[in-house]
C-alpha cells in the first residue's frame, strides 16, 4: 500500500460526458502529479501541484483540468470525454516537488463508450 | 521533447535466469529511476540512481546510471514468478520545475 488513494477505481461512461477523478496524497507530501496510461503511449505526465499551486504541465489536453485543495487531495476533471480518453489515469506524490521519487495510487480506469 | 527509449517491448525468460534491461535517451539526465508495475497496480519505486557511474542495489535487482548520463541499467538476477509484470525506466533533469519521463516499459514473463 503506497499510501495514496484514488477513487473510483473504475469508472464506465458516455462520450460527451464529464468525470472527477479524485487522490489523496501521502500523509505529508505536498506535491500530486497526475498521469495517463494508455496501452500505446505508456505513461504520460498531465499535471503535477505543489501545496494547491500548479507547479508544471505536461500533456493535459484542454479539456482536462485538475486541481489540489487545501487539505492537499487533488481532483483531476475530464470533460467532453471521447473514445480515446479511455485509460488508467494514476496519481502519485511526493515529499518535495522537484523529486522523482513518487509514489503511485493504484488508478482509476475510464473506459467511454 | 524528451524521449526515453525501451527495448524490447516484451523480455520472456526462465525462472532462475539474470535479465537486463537497458534505457537510453537523446537527453541527458540528472537522474535516473526504476519502477516496476505489477498488474492491476501502480508504479513502484524499485531504484533511484543520483550520480553519473552510480551503482545501486536493492537485493536482486542492480541499476546504473550511465556515465554518459544518457542510458540506464536495470539487472535483475535469478529471476523468480513474482518478478513479472512492467518495468519502467524514468529520467529526470534537475531544477525545481523538472518533469519526470517515463519510458513505455519491458513487459517480463517468467516461466516456472
Known amino acids: 500500500d503506497s499510501g495514496v488513494t484514488q477513487t473510483p477505481k473504475h469508472l464506465i461512461t458516455a462520450t460527451g460526458q464529464r468525470v472527477t477523478l479524485r487522490c489523496s496524497p501521502r500523509?505529508?507530501?505536498?506535491?500530486v502529479y497526475w498521469y495517463q496510461q494508455s496501452l500505446d503511449q505508456g505513461l504520460q505526465f498531465l499535471i503535477q501541484?505543489?501545496?494547491?499551486?500548479?507547479?508544471a504541465k505536461g500533456n493535459i489536453l484542454e479539456r482536462f483540468s485538475a486541481q489540489q485543495f487545501p487539505d492537499l487531495h487533488s481532483e483531476l476533471n475530464l470533460s467532453s470525454l471521447e473514445l480515446g480518453d479511455s485509460a488508467l489515469y494514476f496519481c502519485?506524490?511526493?515529499?518535495?516537488?522537484?523529486?522523482?521519487?513518487?509514489?503511485f495510487g493504484e488508478g482509476s480506469r475510464l473506459t467511454v463508450l | 521533447g524528451q524521449q526515453l527509449n525501451q527495448s524490447p517491448q516484451s523480455m520472456f525468460i526462465q525462472e532462475g535466469e539474470d535479465v537486463s534491461m537497458n534505457c537510453t535517451s537523446s537527453?541527458?539526465?540528472?537522474?535516473w529511476l526504476w519502477y516496476k508495475q505489477d498488474p492491476g497496480e501502480g508504479p513502484v519505486l524499485l531504484i533511484a540512481l543520483y550520480k553519473a557511474g552510480e551503482l545501486t542495489s536493492n537485493g536482486r535487482l542492480t541499476a546504473q546510471f550511465g556515465i554518459t548520463r544518457k542510458d540506464s541499467f536495470l539487472n535483475i538476477s535469478a529471476s523468480i514468478p513474482s518478478d513479472v509484470g512492467i518495468y519502467f525506466c524514468?529520467?529526470?533533469?534537475?531544477?525545481?520545475?523538472?518533469?519526470?519521463?517515463f519510458g513505455k516499459g519491458i513487459t517480463l514473463s517468467v516461466r516456472p
Open positions: 537527453s541527458i539526465f540528472n537522474t
Open positions: 524514468a529520467g529526470q533533469m534537475s531544477g525545481a520545475n523538472s518533469k519526470l519521463t
Open positions: 502519485a506524490s511526493s515529499v518535495v516537488p522537484h523529486i522523482g521519487e513518487l509514489f
Open positions: 500523509s505529508g507530501d505536498l506535491s
Open positions: 501541484y505543489y501545496n494547491g499551486e500548479e507547479r
